[in-house]
């Protein structure tokens, strides 16, 4: 017994020092297989107990099973230390090249800036409680004109220029008179107040219109965003507060509002818009970049402005009386405010594009600025 | 409309100049730009022209002496012809820098020396007249400088007057105005007018045969002047509101246009045939020439000033050649009239004939002017022309003007405005402005509106001048108090958003396009169950590229795809989304039926960022792909049908059904005729979706379908079928087996050892059932189930 229990300190005392110095995983696998594989020392030692007294087998068997305990808790600690060296080696190695361009999941995509600045204008007046409506872009003459006090004749027509469509291709279908393709979106005034019958109405109306009119400053094609505004007591203050609010939302807080008066046929009192130019805060002046210049020089020419300071950005009034009669509201009972703007015009403030043909060349080089 | 201010101030007092600006800009009349003209002039003096000879080195050139009042006379080389000996002409002596930049230094030209420049208006920045020299009156004494001479120095404003304001487009008009603003009184002028020998009626007759059209006319007769230039003050004047000089006749009309806003018209009333005035509307094919020398075929609406045998005016718009003043009038008659303003709209426009009498009878002359312009014309003319005013007018007046009257109540400006104002500001401000009040009670009072203000007819209308005087400034911002109903996002909207998230987030960009296209740019998209309509035109396009309207979308990206290459974009994603126009269904309320539309357009490599990704090009499934992720952003299950329309690829497309066989769109690769015709190569795709039909089958509002309580068996299948054979038609004959829960395709196989003609193709199925844990033996009767029949129904085999 005596022999064997020497044996087994001996395999125990071996096992400390060969695992101690195990420089890899593949030495300690092997030292595994040496001490406890199955063809192993430890087995050998036991196949010697066969040959002891009965009485003496626990004795031996405990103090084998103590040492095989101790070599695999000998061996697990050597593999924690290997992983942590191997770990350690891995972590402090040089960095990946991060300046290689990120691979894309998908190329992004861009939405036109028209239809950003739509979309932002239009978020603005829900929050005011207004109704995005709609109405036909090929209009009846009565619609575009008539209903809004610009009747046949009429020196007003001359402020737009006008595409008339050949009746001969609308088919059958279409209610007789004047077509033409709508000059601007005021004639969804008539047809909201139509449609919904009854106050209050709180409309815009953002879409295409089209004037007979193409140089580098215009387009036969453009967009505006329409506003209309009736119910019992709407007043020209209401107005001014509405647009006021507007502005500061889509201009920035400190934006200011200026009305002049201007005529609009379909409105009375009618009014021209300014809001405090976005690009120079009103000042019509910008600061020259370069330091120390002496005052005269340290600004230029706001050129957005023109250096007033101030932005036409909007027409506006009171809703004509003919107008609210048109849309079927008695104008001795109701009143209300009515507005437009150029969406174009209030993209190109607010992105800084300065060429209107920008918009529909669809050049991907500038659309995928937005 | 210009403005001098120098001419203003004649008829009321001013502020400054940019105070004038800025307070019409405030009241509605928009100041668009501010001029000084007659600066800069210091160094320029009268001189008088002493000799003149010719160069001796020069054709077109003259030496001449000058008196400059300096005591020696200067030499001065000249190039223009227009002066005699004696004249008084502008001389820029040196060292002057003239208001064009020209710097004037002793010169020596082709060998004669030379001290200074004499000068036309133009050199002067006076007037486009580069004729020849400006010749002043030959009573300035030499050395004056030219611009206290002649009072040149002035500002002159471009008022941008609306069209409801016909009373503005005069300097009377304008001076109104300010006046009312600064409680000014308005100095009309007063003619001096002396009338002698027998009197104008038994000169002339006039008779009016269209009433409705002309509701006054009145004439003087002026005899014995002398056409003859106008003097400099009176040019000067008409050049700096932009009208040329012509003789001092037509100079004298064209002054009181300016100065009283009412047009005129002189006659040689030696040309009019039996001295009689006829106003009548034109007969069937009757013609006359203007005095743009255009002959022009009149219609029964257009109205005309004739004599006893024809037409000589085109009434209220331009003149005829046969009665024009010419240098040896000495009878003149002058017309002042007063016409309807539609017939001279209609007729300004039916001629394309635009003139200043035109534009303001359109927009409504002051029926009160008509007397005042003739007496202050005539009374000119006789000064300049040196004639004398017979005794009268004839006048024919068969509509007189009744100064219409409007009811203002005082609580109206409160009601409209948002703020009060007080009863004796209305009364001053309308007051001001021409307004008499006449009854006023406790609820309010009625106004007679001035013969000049044609545009005010409603109480409205005085709120609007209430506060146009008062200033907007002066109204609070407020916000409408009552609650407005529930906004609500139309359904529309939120496909629209869906959609455009779905191809941005496939990399696409949005595009904006015109809605008109060239028509042979629509044929391949035509519908051909409508094969016989063409598409919805313009009377009056731009061009025939811009001359009807689009029924697709497709065409103007693939415009848009090949500007992009020609500019060495290849890749190109592009989307619209926007309506296209059809003619209008039966009984429809509006002129066409605009229906929106989504379409795409790809070409180029499927991942086009870089270095991580392969130069794959975009194919079918790509586009296809597009087209899924706008169905699935809207919760649509689609159906796929080969081959889209006539613009599509045969092989290469598909139409796009809903769930319910609807259609929905079309996609696939450009037909290669389409693709050469926009000048494209192949493997360009496109898709279009109706936006009603993507809105009718959207599912918006997901439903929750619970989640599975017990395991899936997960099973593979491979199958060879006939090429032919849809993957589709092989998924739905699988999803025929109830406990299939999903099967989705995985490779598509072709090549040894499979036969020609055949393909493989490998699905994933999962069985599952709702109720209970499906067991080996029922999954395997279910994958049996399938493979019989897809055996019987689609000719497959099992692939072993």
Redesign the interface.
């Known amino acids: 017994m005596a022999d064997l229990l020497g044996q087994l300190e001996a395999l125990a005392k071996g096992a400390r020092e060969a695992i101690g110095s195990a420089a890899d995983e593949k030495a300690l696998e092997d030292l595994r297989v040496r001490f406890l594989g199955k063809k192993g020392e430890l087995s050998a030692v036991l196949r010697g107990m066969g040959a002891l007294p009965a009485e003496e087998r626990p004795r031996v068997g405990e103090v084998a099973n103590r040492v095989r305990d101790e070599v695999e808790a000998l061996l697990a600690d050597a593999k924690g230390r290997l992983d942590a060296r191997k770990l350690e080696a891995e972590l402090a190695g040089p960095p990946i090249d991060v300046t290689l361009p990120g691979r894309r999941l998908l190329p992004r995509g861009h939405r036109h800036p028209i239809t950003r600045a739509t979309e932002d204008i239009s978020a603005i007046f829900a929050r005011l409680g207004y109704e995005v409506a709609s109405g036909p872009e090929i209009e009846l003459d009565w619609f575009n004109f008539e209903a809004l006090n610009i009747p046949p004749d009429h020196p007003a027509r001359d402020m737009q220029d006008t595409f008339y469509v050949e009746v001969s291709t609308l088919g059958d279908g279409a209610p007789d008179g004047s077509v033409l393709l709508r000059t601007h979106t005021s004639p969804v005034q008539i047809r909201a107040m139509q449609r919904l019958g009854v106050p209050p109405v709180r409309i815009i109306c953002p879409g295409r219109v089209y004037r007979s009119d193409y140089d580098q400053t215009h387009s036969p094609m453009f967009h505006q965003v329409e506003g209309l505004c009736v119910d019992e007591g709407i007043t020209f203050a209401d107005l001014k507060g509405t647009l006021a609010a507007f502005a500061r939302a889509y201009f920035g807080e400190g934006t200011r509002t200026r009305f002049r008066p201007s005529y609009f046929p379909f409105v009375e009192p009618g009014a021209e818009v300014d809001v405090s130019c976005s690009i120079c805060g009103g000042t019509g002046r910008l600061p020259v970049p370069g330091g120390q210049l002496p005052p005269d020089r340290a600004t230029r020419r706001c050129g957005t402005c023109k250096e007033t300071g101030w932005l036409e950005v909007l027409g506006a009034g009171m809703v004509h009386p003919k107008v609210l009669e048109n849309g079927g509201f008695d104008p001795k009972r109701y009143s209300g405010f009515a507005f437009g703007m150029g969406v174009e015009r209030m993209a190109m403030l607010r992105y800084g594009i300065d060429d209107l043909r920008l918009y529909f060349e669809n050049d991907l080089r500038f659309l995928e600025q937005f | 409309m210009r403005i001098s201010l120098k001419w203003l101030s004649e008829y009321v007092d001013l502020p400054a100049p940019d105070e004038v600006a800025r307070r019409l800009?405030?009241?509605?009349f928009?100041v668009e730009a501010v001029e000084r003209v007659g600066q800069g002039l210091a160094g320029v003096v009268a001189a008088r022209i002493l000799a003149s000879e010719k160069h001796p080195n020069a054709e077109k050139l003259s030496v001449t002496r000058i008196d400059a009042g300096k005591g020696e006379p200067l030499q001065i080389v000249c190039g223009a012809k227009n002066y005699q000996v004696g004249d008084v002409v502008p001389l820029a002596t040196v060292g002057t820098t003239l208001p064009g930049g020209t710097k004037i230094e002793k010169a020596k030209l082709r060998g004669v020396e030379s001290f200074g420049m004499l000068c036309s208006a133009r050199e002067l920045g006076l007037s486009e007249d580069a004729s020849g020299l400006l010749i002043l009156d030959r009573g300035i004494a030499p050395g004056t400088p030219v611009a206290d001479a002649l009072g040149l120095e002035d500002v002159l404003l471009e008022v941008n007057v609306?069209?409801?304001?016909p009373d503005a487009l005069s300097h009377i008009g304008i001076a109104r105005e300010i006046a009312a603003l600064l409680g000014h009184q308005v100095r009309l002028p007063r003619p001096a007018l002396r009338e002698a020998g027998a009197p104008a009626a038994e000169a002339v007759k006039v008779r009016i045969e269209a009433p409705e059209k002309c509701a006054r006319y009145a004439a003087r007769v002026v005899e014995g002047v002398k056409i003859g230039p106008s003097p400099l003050w009176l040019a000067r004047r008409l050049e700096s509101c932009g009208v040329r000089s012509i003789s001092n006749v037509v100079d004298a009309t064209n002054f009181v246009l300016l100065e009283l806003g009412h047009p005129l018209h002189a006659f040689d009333l030696d040309q009019v045939a039996g001295h009689e005035i006829v106003v009548r509307t034109a007969r069937p094919g009757e013609k006359i020439v203007t005095l743009d020398g255009k002959e022009r075929a009149l219609e029964p609406d257009d109205l005309l000033i004739a004599d006893r045998d024809r037409g000589s005016a085109l009434a209220g718009v331009m003149g005829g050649g046969d009665s024009e003043i010419s240098a040896g009038t000495t009878r003149v008659l002058i017309e002042s009239a007063w016409f309807a303003?539609?017939g001279i709209?209609?007729t300004s426009r039916r001629h394309g004939l635009k003139t200043e009498a035109s534009y303001r009878f359109?927009?409504g002359a002051d029926p009160g002017m008509v007397i005042p312009a003739l007496d202050r014309c005539a009374a000119l003319i006789a000064e300049l022309a040196g004639g004398t005013v017979r005794p009268g007018i004839v006048d024919a007046h068969p509509r007189p003007h009744h100064a219409p009257e409007v009811r203002l109540r005082w609580r109206r400006p409160a009601?409209?405005?948002?703020?009060d104002v007080a009863r004796d500001e209305v009364l001053r401000v309308l007051g001001g402005l021409g307004f008499e009040a006449r009854a006023s009670d406790a609820d309010g009072a009625t106004f007679a509106v001035p013969s000049w203000r044609v545009d005010v007819s409603?109480e409205?209308?005085l709120?609007?001048e209430i506060?146009?005087t008062k200033g907007?400034?002066a109204?609070?911002?407020?916000?409408?108090?009552?609650?407005?109903?529930t906004?609500?996002?139309?359904a529309d909207?939120q496909v629209t958003a869906r959609a455009?998230e779905a191809?941005?987030?496939?990399?696409?960009?949005?595009?904006?396009?015109?809605?008109?296209v060239a028509e042979r740019e629509l044929a391949p998209f035509a519908d051909p169950s409508a094969a016989a309509?063409?598409?919805?035109?313009?009377?009056?396009?731009?061009s025939a590229d811009?001359a009807?309207?689009r029924t697709s979308l497709v065409p103007s990206l693939l415009r848009?795809t090949s500007?992009?290459r020609r500019?060495r974009?290849e890749d190109?994603?592009?989307y619209e989304l926007?309506?296209v126009?059809r003619?209008?269904?039966?009984?429809?309320?509006?002129?066409?039926a605009?229906e929106g539309e989504l379409a795409g357009v790809l070409v180029g490599r499927r991942?086009?960022?870089?270095?991580?990704?392969g130069p794959d090009p975009i194919d079918f499934n790509d586009a296809k792909a597009a087209v899924v992720a706008v169905l699935e952003a809207l919760g649509i299950d689609a159906r796929w049908r080969a081959r889209g329309g006539a613009w599509l690829h045969p092989r290469l497309s598909a139409e796009v059904l809903g769930a319910d066989g609807a259609p929905l769109g079309e996609v696939g690769e450009l037909h290669p005729r389409v693709a050469a015709a926009f000048e494209l190569p192949r493997g360009v795709f496109a898709f279009r979706l109706s936006g009603a039909a993507l809105v009718r089958s959207a599912r918006l509002v997901p439903r929750y379908g619970g989640i599975p309580r017990f395991p899936a068996v997960l099973r593979d299948l491979a199958v060879v079928v006939a090429e032919e054979v849809e993957a589709g038609a092989v998924l739905a004959s699988v999803r025929e087996e109830p406990l299939v829960e999903d099967a989705t395709l995985f490779d598509v196989y072709r090549g040894p050892p499979i036969p020609a003609g055949k393909k493989n193709l490998a699905l994933a199925i999962r069985y599952r059932a709702p109720d209970r844990t499906l067991t080996d033996t029922e999954a395997d009767a279910a994958h049996a189930r399938i493979v019989a029949r897809l055996r019987g129904g689609l000719g497959a085999e099992l692939r072993g």
Do not use: H
């Open positions: 800009t405030a009241v509605g928009e609306t069209p409801n304001r303003p539609s709209r209609r359109e927009r009601e409209l405005l948002g703020v409603l409205e209308d709120v609007e506060v146009r907007y400034d109204i609070p911002e407020t916000l409408p108090a009552n609650a407005a109903r906004p609500v996002e139309p909207a455009r191809l941005e987030g496939a990399g696409f960009a949005e595009a904006v396009n015109f809605s008109f309509l063409r598409p919805i035109a313009l009377k009056n396009p731009i811009l009807v309207m848009n500007t992009n500019q974009v190109v994603r592009l926007a309506r126009y003619p209008a269904p039966a009984g429809s309320d509006v002129p066409a605009e991942n086009p960022t870089g270095w991580a990704a």
